[in-house]
């Protein structure tokens, strides 16, 4: 590559070929617009007039590009601004006009593909939310996540496949060869997510427990021990495995994890009448409880934000006891409680 002559190198000149490289860029590299510089020494305006090839005596002066390419095109020795500014970077220009349509429709690829895979009535409201949240822009992995979204979802929004309760780790599996694709960490679920949103005519919830009530009315339960609920001397009073399990736990004043699938085994709850139930979300509050031996107390930990066992646990109680609203907090080893009701 040539070397552009002296009067084209000058250091002085390097904002003002920063402005001209911007504008060429913007203008798709085309030689077109003009851009104002305001040369603030003596130098400055020499180096800008032997480049111009005017003498420069004002504060500011316009430069059009235009001009300026046909001057250095036939001067230059090394080509006009392209060249030019290619050897003055060592990068050549960039088209910005050319960039963004690139990645325009590198987004639109994956949402194209969408409505080829998927023709029901909520997918055009599938992908305008999809569009809108550019969770696929830039992604290397955008179509084959789109593939992937339109088999699940093909199976769960079927009528006779959305009858089939399954996990997600099993339709994961079962689709697509990776049990936890579906995992909510992943991009996939997202994108799912919204279509199952968009097929049910909601909103995309945002809660953890509403994005979970959307999949399980798709079919999508839990892993029935993924999520517990710890319970001190909650008494079950059934009949059941479960519930004598639980029951046991309770009269020995031992804390014990309920899970979905104990759940799905008792079918009620029969605490002794008269029980006061805490519902507390950190499980040292269990311990402080389960330590001191307090009766006529039970309790029930929410570990922060309840899940869906927990919720389940605690509608169950609240047909089956009268509950105050009590707080409690713990301090090292002592516990506080607090009736406010």
């Not at 402005?19 to 913007?26: H, M």
């Not at 290619?86 to 690139?102: C, D, K, N, V, W």
């Not at 697509?176 to 997202?190: E, F, N, P, S, T």
Request: charged share 25%; aromatic share 4%.
């Amino acid at each position: 590559m040539s070397v552009p002559p002296e009067w084209i190198e000058d250091p002085v000149l390097k904002p003002v070929w920063d402005l001209v490289r911007a504008q060429f860029e913007k203008a798709g590299l085309n030689a077109r617009g003009k851009v104002l510089v305001r040369p603030a020494t003596r130098n400055e305006r020499h180096a800008i007039g032997a480049l111009l090839g005017r003498p420069i005596t004002s504060d500011t002066v316009r430069i059009d590009l235009t001009t300026l390419d046909t001057r250095i095109n036939e001067r230059s020795g090394v080509g006009g601004l392209a060249a030019v500014l290619e050897a003055l970077y060592g990068t050549p220009p960039e088209s910005r006009p050319a960039i963004r349509a690139a990645r325009d429709a590198s987004r639109e690829r994956p949402l194209q593909l969408a409505a080829e895979l998927l023709t029901a009535t909520w997918t055009s409201q599938w992908i305008a939310g999809l569009r809108r949240t550019v969770l696929l822009t830039n992604r290397v992995d955008s179509e084959r996540t789109i593939r992937e979204a339109a088999a699940v979802l093909r199976e769960l929004t079927d009528a006779e496949a959305a009858s089939l309760a399954h996990s997600g780790v099993e339709l994961s599996a079962k689709l697509l060869g990776d049990a936890h694709a579906l995992d909510r960490d992943r991009l996939l679920h997202q994108v799912v997510l919204r279509g199952l949103a968009a097929a049910a005519g909601i909103p995309v919830p945002e809660g953890a427990r509403e994005r979970e009530h959307l999949w399980a009315n798709h079919g999508v339960e839990p892993v029935l021990l993924s999520r517990t609920c710890l319970v001190w001397r909650l008494g079950i009073g059934t009949g059941e495995p479960a519930g004598r399990r639980l029951s046991d736990a309770a009269d020995a004043g031992d804390p014990v994890h309920v899970t979905e699938w104990d759940l799905r085994r008792i079918s009620s709850f029969a605490s002794a009448a008269g029980t006061r139930v805490l519902v507390c979300k950190n499980p040292r509050v269990i311990e402080g409880l389960a330590e001191r031996g307090l009766d006529g107390w039970a309790a029930v930990c929410t570990f922060g934000e309840p899940n869906l066992v927990v919720d389940k646990v605690l509608v169950c109680l609240a047909g089956q006891v009268r509950t105050s609203i009590t707080t409690a907090t713990s301090t090292g080893r002592c516990l506080r409680l607090f009736s406010t009701g």
